[in-house]
């Protein structure tokens, strides 16, 4: 079975600084995909980045990149110069290697400080 | 922009109604998605829709849901006696080229 898990409910970070955002998952798939996912509270659902488990490295996307490593199941959300329009949930999912279906953690709630 | 859009919005219906989400893809996609999130908590897979056929679905999926494409474009989520624990917001998903999903806006359904 597949479990992402996301120990932190509520982030806080200063404007401009960086954040890491944590997720770990558990999987016997060896073939897997990891997305990190943003809901504002308007409600939609914006998808930020993928990193595939082959990948040799880490994804990056503009601010956002991820921190993968496969050893220790983790795939952290790394935010560099957090902007106020940061502050959102932030979910991390899983796609095993069969289907299509996606797993998704409880979610953090980030807060960019002024 | 999302390449799907989903009506309504916004629904209001009573307990033991029956209710439909439409969810019209503006692209080809042939590979849909229903998820569902009830508020403040995580998003919950219900059920995935290939070419006219259910491929895979959750134990959330039980009798009272079903999927169809009534039209060959629209893909419809059906709820046929709504629960109060029906009420969440039911998102309509596709697939991206790495097998990423991208969420529809969403509909929020509360049952009173």
């Known amino acids: 079975a597949q479990k992402i898990t996301q120990t932190q409910p509520g982030m806080f970070v200063q404007e401009k600084e960086a954040v890491t955002l944590d997720c770990t998952y558990d999987?016997?798939?060896?073939?897997?995909?990891l997305f990190w996912y943003k809901q504002p509270s308007s409600g939609e659902m914006i998808f930020l980045i993928y990193?595939?488990?082959?990948?040799?490295q880490n994804a990056t996307e503009g601010r956002y990149s991820l921190n993968f490593q496969k050893a220790r199941k983790s795939a952290n959300l790394v935010i560099s110069a957090s902007q106020l329009g940061d502050s959102a949930m932030y979910f991390c999912?899983?796609?095993?290697?069969?289907?299509?279906?996606?797993?998704f953690g409880t979610g953090t709630s980030l807060t960019v400080i002024p | 922009e999302p390449e799907v859009t989903q009506t309504p919005s916004h629904q209001v219906t009573q307990m033991g109604q029956e209710v439909i989400l439409r969810c019209v893809p503006i692209?080809?996609?042939?590979?849909f998605y229903w998820y569902r999130q009830i508020l403040g908590q995580k998003v919950e897979f219900l059920v995935s829709?290939?070419?006219?056929?259910?491929?895979?679905k959750s134990e959330i999926f039980d009798d009272q849901f079903s999927v169809e494409r009534p039209d060959g474009s629209n893909f419809t989520l059906k709820i046929r006696s709504t629960k109060l624990e029906d009420s969440a917001m039911y998102f309509c998903?596709?697939?991206?080229?790495?097998?990423?999903?991208?969420f529809g806006p969403g509909t929020r359904l509360t049952v009173t």
């Open positions: 999912a899983m796609r095993g290697a069969t289907g299509n279906q996606f797993y």
């Open positions: 999987t016997s798939d060896p073939s897997y995909g």
């Open positions: 990193q595939g488990s082959y990948d040799q």
């Open positions: 692209s080809n996609h042939l590979y």
């Open positions: 829709f290939y070419n006219n056929e259910i491929s895979e």
């Open positions: 998903v596709y697939i991206g080229e790495l097998r990423e999903q991208y």
